[in-house]
């Protein structure tokens, strides 16, 4: 059996990379593709509790799909709003989204 330390070692490294994915990139869509990540290390956190503390019950994998509900609901409008951005300034720039600032 692996032991739960390696689940969370490849959490942590997800999460990392996810967080440098947020704050370095400058383009919407690999923004939106590094908060995916954050959420994928997420579940793997949860579910590897899930396993270790509780294999019974099944409220680690009800948060699990929880997670990945709310992960594809995000990824749907996200994307639907840099669409939207895009057609209309021709750039997904995160830094020149300032329509709604004064």
Not at 9 to 37: C, D, K, Q
């Amino acid at each position: 059996m692996i032991p739960l330390s390696w689940y969370l070692l490849v959490a942590a490294v997800l999460f990392s990379i996810g967080l440098y994915g947020v704050f370095a990139r400058r383009n919407a869509v690999a923004i939106l593709m590094a908060v995916e990540l954050i959420l994928n290390a997420v579940n793997i956190n949860l579910v590897a509790f899930w396993r270790y503390r509780t294999p019974e019950s099944s409220a680690g994998m009800a948060w699990a799909i929880f997670v990945l509900v709310v992960a594809a609901a995000e990824a749907a409008v996200g994307l639907a709003l840099v669409i939207s951005i895009y057609r209309n300034r021709d750039s997904v720039v995160a830094e020149e989204m300032d329509l709604l600032k004064n």
